[in-house]
């Protein structure tokens, strides 16, 4: 039996339930950056950097951010507790999955805001 102190929900079916919010957030995020891309393929750095200039396409992006490694780390957390039996290695993998979805938020907040 597999101890889940590690998941990221109360429950199976609250991690399941998130997979699926943030496959749908992931979902119009990609939807609406291809769009862009195509309305805009003459699209130079200015337009760029104008895009993300705005507070509601920053606030896009950290949702889809957050949506990412959440849904990452139910992903990584399901594979790791089915396939991964040793508790001590369960645990690294897990610590390292988890330690680098902190590095990439913490860089990626850097980034869309400035900090």
Known sequence: MVTSITSFGRSGLYDWMMQRVTAVILLAYT???IGYLLFNSDMDYNQWRGLFDGTGMRIFT????LSMVAHAWIGM?????DYIKPTGARFVFQSVC???AFIYVVWGIQILWGI
């Open 31 to 33: 939807v609406f950056m």
């Open 77 to 81: 957390w399901s594979v790791s507790t």
């Open 62 to 65: 950290l949702l889809a951010l």
């Open 98 to 100: 988890g330690l680098l």
